[in-house]
């Protein structure tokens, strides 16, 4: 597999960090893991085309992380991707409801040309573009979702939005990538969400290779947030930029 980083930022506007979205390059075709604002265009920036997605699978509902997927609807309408393959999106119970009033809103985003599959899934196991993906209840919303991603000899897990819960620990176990929300520095935890050092709590006790931390709010900038992190954590931390890519598995660094 490959892992590209779309967007590492929040709702809150900075020049270099879009809203969450992460880029798999899977078996059976790319997928998205969260369509925040802008993750249209990062794909393109990446190399990317709509017309390859295979799925789209929603952590949870909040704009930061799904906002775009009108986006991607209206664009799949264009005559260009006619005929394309179905595109399977997965979420937990309410997805169809949410598209269904963006519909209402915006009826243009109805498919034409294309097959739209939509997928309300619980805590468990299924299929996506030919990988295995675990979905597992984390605390943050009613409706939130973290999901492993296994394939190709590489697991990646990714916590989504996350406050505490050992359910983080099932979820990374043994990856070869954890993509945790680290959202402001230790000391100026908000709630529903992670610091460094409370991610690579969860990073240690799940014996992940390596812990991406992303979802950076601005208080983050010009703060060690590595440091912090490997105060905790004994693997490889990295802070997540958007666009940044590499290789996840058997041929893995």
Not at 77 to 85: F, L, M, N, V, W
Not at 138 to 148: D, K, N, V
Not at 227 to 247: I, M, N, P
Request: aromatic share 8%; net charge negative; hydrophobic share 45%.
């Amino acid at each position: 597999m490959r892992l590209t980083i779309l967007g590492s930022g929040t709702a809150v506007p900075v020049a270099d960090r879009f809203p969450a979205s992460y880029l798999v390059a899977s078996p059976a075709g790319p997928l998205l893991v969260d369509c925040g604002p802008g993750a249209l265009r990062r794909l393109a920036q990446a190399g990317g085309d709509v017309r390859d997605l295979a799925a789209v699978l929603l952590t949870h509902y909040h704009t930061d992380h799904c906002a775009d997927l009108a986006a991607l609807l209206f664009a799949l309408r264009s005559p260009t991707y006619e005929g394309r393959a179905p595109l399977h999106v997965y979420g937990a119970p309410g997805l169809a409801r949410l598209v269904e009033k963006l519909t209402e809103a915006w009826p243009w985003l109805a498919p034409r040309g294309y097959e739209l599959a939509l997928h309300e899934v619980a805590p468990g196991r299924f299929e996506a573009a030919g990988a295995q993906v675990d979905a597992v209840p984390i605390r943050h919303t009613a409706q939130s979702l973290g999901y492993r991603i296994t394939a190709d000899g590489g697991a990646i897990a990714f916590s989504g939005d996350a406050d505490e819960c050992d359910e983080l620990v099932d979820l990374a176990r043994g990856a070869d990538v954890f993509v945790c929300e680290a959202a402001t520095p230790d000391g100026q935890k908000l709630d529903g969400h992670l610091t460094p050092s409370l991610a690579a709590g969860y990073a240690a006790r799940a014996g992940c290779r390596r812990l991406v931390l992303t979802h950076f709010y601005p208080p983050c900038e010009g703060v060690d947030l590595a440091a912090q992190a490997a105060a905790r954590f004994g693997g490889a931390v990295e802070l997540a930029r958007d666009l940044q890519s590499f290789a996840v598995g058997a041929v893995g660094p």
